[in-house]
């Protein structure tokens, strides 16, 4: 069996996505013509596009987790009739989260600021920590990024039922035209169902895919001179901390309308359940 040269090795970066681990009857390669379980024992465990290993990703997100608990701590010890410093800070960001999902859901929104707020900033902190050497973002892992969506669908579902009790809830599904209420029930059903998997599948490609390039840049910019790495994947990291807000921002947005969707879907016995809510606000 021919070996493919050197310089050839060096033309091309491969892409491997979720394969088997390499065996000595079929090693795969890497730029340079160096075999994983070489490159493994110094420092870099996986290949250009192969998805890191659960344990790290789970890790990371534990990590993520741990961050914003200690940051919700410290903002809480520290609060004064006049906040300042680190307190202020923490201030800010409550309110703009608050802010942010009123905004989108109307009166009564603020209930729900806890769950999106929590869920953006857990995407936020993920997504930028894989910009991190040596970090790798949990939400390049499925598992993660359907687990966020599955959050997402069991507190629509019970805040539907909630708000509108178990006949309003059910027809929410049914549509405004009972004679039509056998076709649209399925549709609506199916649609609601696959809700969790489009959030999941969107978060995770996005990241995936930007950490690919990064990491492909990175590799060329190592390979293209051999005595000096250029670093070809700046202007991308620069490029991927807009990205990183972005798709916690569209995922924070999509939460907030899912969530009005169930529960403002009716505008008689709910703007009456809304009201009050609204005039309590209203006289703060």
């Known amino acids: 069996m021919t070996m493919p040269q050197t310089h050839d090795l060096h033309s091309r970066i491969p892409i491997q996505i979720a394969q088997d681990n390499p065996t000595e009857a079929n090693p795969a390669r890497v730029p340079g013509g160096e075999n994983p379980a070489t490159t493994a024992g110094k420092g870099e465990a996986h290949q250009a596009g192969e998805i890191p290993d659960a344990g790290l990703l789970f890790s990371n997100a534990i990590l993520v987790a741990l961050i914003m608990l200690i940051f919700a701590l410290v903002g809480r010890k520290r609060l004064t009739a006049v906040p300042k410093g680190f307190s202020n800070f923490a201030e800010f960001v409550v309110e703009a989260l608050n802010t942010f999902t009123v905004g989108i859901i109307g009166h009564g929104g603020e209930k729900y600021t806890p769950l999106v707020g929590t869920i953006f900033l857990f995407i936020l902190f993920s997504d930028l920590i894989g910009l991190i050497p040596g970090f790798h973002a949990p939400t390049t892992n499925m598992t993660i990024t359907f687990a966020l969506g599955i959050i997402v669908f069991v507190y629509v579902q019970y805040?539907?039922?909630?708000?509108?009790?178990?006949?309003?809830?059910?027809?929410?599904?049914?549509?405004?035209?009972?004679?039509?209420a056998p076709l649209i029930m399925p549709v609506e059903i199916i649609s609601e169902i696959i809700k969790p998997f489009t959030l999941a599948v969107r978060l995770f490609g996005n990241i995936f895919g930007e950490d690919v390039i990064i990491f492909v840049l990175a590799g060329l910019g190592?390979?293209?001179?051999?005595?000096?790495?250029?670093?070809l994947q700046l202007p991308i990291l620069f490029l991927a901390v807009l990205t990183d807000v972005v798709q916690a921002m569209v995922f924070a947005i999509l939460t907030c309308i899912y969530i009005s969707?169930?529960?403002?879907?009716?505008?008689?016995?709910?703007?009456?359940?809304i009201g009050p809510a609204h005039e309590h606000a209203a006289g703060h």
């Open 222 to 231: 190592a390979a293209s001179v051999a005595t000096m790495w250029i670093p």
């Open 159 to 180: 805040q539907g039922i909630r708000a509108n009790g178990l006949g309003g809830y059910i027809r929410h599904f049914m549509g405004p035209m009972p004679l039509m």
């Open 261 to 273: 969707l169930m529960v403002h879907h009716d505008t008689g016995e709910q703007g009456e359940q």
